[in-house]
């Protein structure tokens, strides 16, 4: 009787542990016939868009356009509103006509007539065919001068650009033109204090 007994509660035991993990049949295929909402995520499409943003991403912070070709870009929409007939002398703050600009005509100009702000500020120019600036280093049209013509007419000696048009044209940067100041070499970046500009 005691046999039996314990024959027959082993039998519902092994029983109870089977049935507790037997797999429904609509869970043995997941991914076709299951319906349950907290599985139909498709984690290869979610791992296959995060992998295409990052690669979007690294494309466009390789690939952007580096500060070289945005100059360029500035440089040669500035030469092509020109006018190498016109009346006006374009000056500029930064190299490649870049950063503010001051449009002049000819006249006489010291710090009082062009601000304060531009002392010694003037990086890059357009001059008219018909025009020639007189660049002095001090205010008051002292110190060491030189005389530049227009830039319309000369050849490109320093360009920066590739486009056809403006090959003909010298780029008129400050950093180009030489100067002997206080005895020593250097350049018309940043040195300017008065100007002149008179017909050429």
């Known amino acids: 009787m005691k046999k039996s007994l314990l024959v027959l509660l082993v039998s519902l035991s092994v029983q109870t ?20 909402p907290h599985l139909k995520t498709n ?3 979610t791992a296959s868009e995060s992998v295409l943003k990052s690669n979007i ?14 100059k360029m870009k500035v440089a040669d929409a ?18 490649m006509y870049g950063g503010r600009k001051k449009i002049l005509k000819a006249g006489k100009y010291t710090l009082k007539d062009l601000g304060i702000y531009w002392n010694d ?9 018909n025009l020639a600036v ?3 280093s001090d205010d008051g049209f002292g110190g060491m001068k ?5 830039y319309g007419i000369r050849q490109c000696m320093h360009c920066y650009s590739t486009e056809p ?17 206080n005895s020593e070499s250097t350049t018309w970046n940043d040195v300017a204090s008065s100007i002149e500009i008179v017909n050429n």
């Open 17 to 36: 542990v089977f049935s507790q993990v037997k797999i429904d049949d609509q869970y043995k295929n997941p991914g076709k016939t299951n319906s349950s």
């Open 43 to 45: 984690i290869s499409e």
């Open 57 to 70: 991403a690294s494309l466009k912070k390789n690939y952007a356009p580096s500060e070289y070709e945005q």
């Open 78 to 95: 500035e030469m092509k509103a020109f006018n190498i007939n016109g009346d006006e002398v374009w000056l500029y703050e930064d190299m």
């Open 121 to 129: 500020r003037f990086s890059s120019m357009l001059v008219p065919k």
């Open 134 to 136: 007189i660049l002095y």
């Open 146 to 150: 030189d005389q530049y013509k227009g």
């Open 165 to 181: 048009t403006v090959l003909t044209y010298d780029y008129g940067n400050f950093n180009t033109m030489g100067l002997m100041l």
